[in-house]
């Protein structure tokens, strides 16, 4: 019913910057947040940024000060932009949503994106 379709990463150099994008598509009724994630080899798959329906926004200690999250929400489009990359932002990113479809009695479900690879070279 709900589908998440990402884009915007790739390979640079550490300094450099990149701005992820996920869009939302199928039958929402209701979008009550969405956030990024990401997982690196070995490791376990931590939450980035977030931000809520009301538009508060939430950052991990790692990333703040230099990722920003945004959103577009008449096209339930979510952003992350990302400066002054490190290597240790090396990771598979993956998009997620919190939403309620149409159909169902306003229950709220959570979806995934497919995630998309960011390398940061030193």
């Known amino acids: 019913q709900v589908q998440l379709v990402e884009s915007g990463g790739g390979l640079v150099q550490a300094g450099g910057s990149l701005r992820l994008s996920c869009a939302a598509s199928?039958?929402?009724?209701?979008?009550?947040?969405m956030a990024w994630y990401r997982q690196a080899p070995g490791k376990q798959r931590e939450l980035v940024a977030d931000v809520t329906g009301g538009g508060s926004t939430n950052y991990a200690d790692s990333v703040k000060g230099r990722f920003t999250i945004s959103r577009d929400s008449a096209e339930h489009t979510v952003f992350l932009q990302m400066n002054s990359l490190k290597p240790e932002d090396t990771a598979v990113y993956y998009c997620?949503?919190?939403?309620?479809?149409?159909?169902?009695?306003?229950?709220?479900?959570?979806?995934w994106g497919q995630g998309t690879q960011v390398t940061v070279s030193s």
């Open positions: 199928g039958s929402i009724f209701r979008i009550n947040a």
């Open positions: 997620q949503a919190v939403a309620v479809p149409v159909g169902r009695n306003l229950y709220q479900y959570t979806y």
